[in-house]
């Protein structure tokens, strides 16, 4: 019991400590993350540019595709895009990044090549405007017949951006991952304990570590069921959580019990033993008490 005491405080400490690490962790791997995913994107885009035949453009459209590839191949490298701010959940193109300045692929190669009019106009047009949305801009449409590109080309260079996680998501998933390795061992703790040293339930402490560890570990048990692949571990968390809990309100019942029965002989203890007051009137008077007890 007093191992137990010593070990909760430890635990919530270490608990605290490691979400708090893990979250700036969560953070930083989110972004590394992105950056990832576009530089992939922009591989495959790359791949299919340089796949073209090009034997229908004129020198000069030839040419400044080079060029652009170029550029394309410079920003993939230099890993600075735009970020997705307003739409969790829902990947989303931005033409500029209105916080950073950044602009996306197909607004830098805009820009790269004289046209910052256009970027600038399509933003304060629509910001998150898709390139097959943009069809019917002739400007545009003319940039990229000038530059070698089709429309079809243009949009695969572009890229939807994923909003990060909130703080409070992060917050959440780093709770749950700290907090599940601690709910399941004090699940199993309590579970041995109710099974050996506490079957009579006069261990409080351990009774009550096994209905919240039991609850906590079924919750995120559930929870990863519902929300992963990983069934067969969702399902153990459930199985340990539940007999945790079934465990300690036995624990807790005999307890209960054994309070009740100590109570009720108590009382038939004081119920069986009879005091009587005894007053003799005889020529002797005289004062006394009489004591029973039933068994």
């Known amino acids: 019991m ?20 893990t979250s700036l962790h969560a953070r930083d791997d989110a972004g590394t993350r992105e950056v990832h995913r576009i530089r992939v994107h922009f591989d495959s885009a790359l791949t299919v540019l340089q796949a ?16 652009l590839v170029r550029t394309l191949r410079a920003y993939r490298a230099r890993g600075v895009f735009p970020h997705n701010r307003d739409f969790p959940g829902a990947p989303t193109p931005y033409f500029i990044d209105r916080e950073t300045g950044t602009l996306c692929a197909v ?28 069809a019917r801009d002739t400007a545009f449409t003319h940039w990229l017949d000038a530059n070698g590109l089709s429309l079809e080309e243009a949009a695969l260079i572009q890229v939807p ?17 700290a907090a599940a390795p601690f709910a399941f061992t004090g699940a199993l703790v309590a579970s041995g304990l109710n099974l050996s040293t506490n079957l009579d339930g006069h261990q409080t402490l351990v009774t009550k570590l096994g209905v919240v560890s039991g609850a906590v570990t079924t919750f995120m048990g559930s929870a990863v069921m519902a929300k992963t692949d990983l069934t067969a571990l969702g399902a153990s968390g459930v199985l340990v959580g539940v007999t945790s809990m079934a465990l300690s309100v036995r624990s807790m019942l005999h307890h209960s019990s054994a309070l009740a029965a100590r109570e009720a002989e108590q009382r038939n ?3 069986a033993t009879r005091i009587v007051p005894l007053v003799s009137v005889s020529d002797r008077p005289s004062v006394g008490l009489s004591v029973s007890r039933s068994f």
């Open 2 to 21: 007093r191992h137990i005491r010593m070990f909760l405080p430890a635990a919530v400490v270490a608990v605290i400590l490691l979400a708090s690490r």
């Open 107 to 134: 607004a830098h190669l805009l820009a790269s090549s004289g046209r910052r009019d256009i970027v600038e106009r399509v933003a304060r047009a629509n910001n998150n405007v898709w390139v097959m949305q943009l």
């Open 269 to 271: 203890t004081a119920a």
């Open 161 to 177: 951006y994923i909003a990060p996680q909130s703080d409070a998501q992060v917050s959440r998933q780093v709770g749950f991952v």
């Open 52 to 67: 073209r035949d090009l034997h229908e453009l004129t020198d000069a459209q030839r040419g400044h595709r080079t060029d």
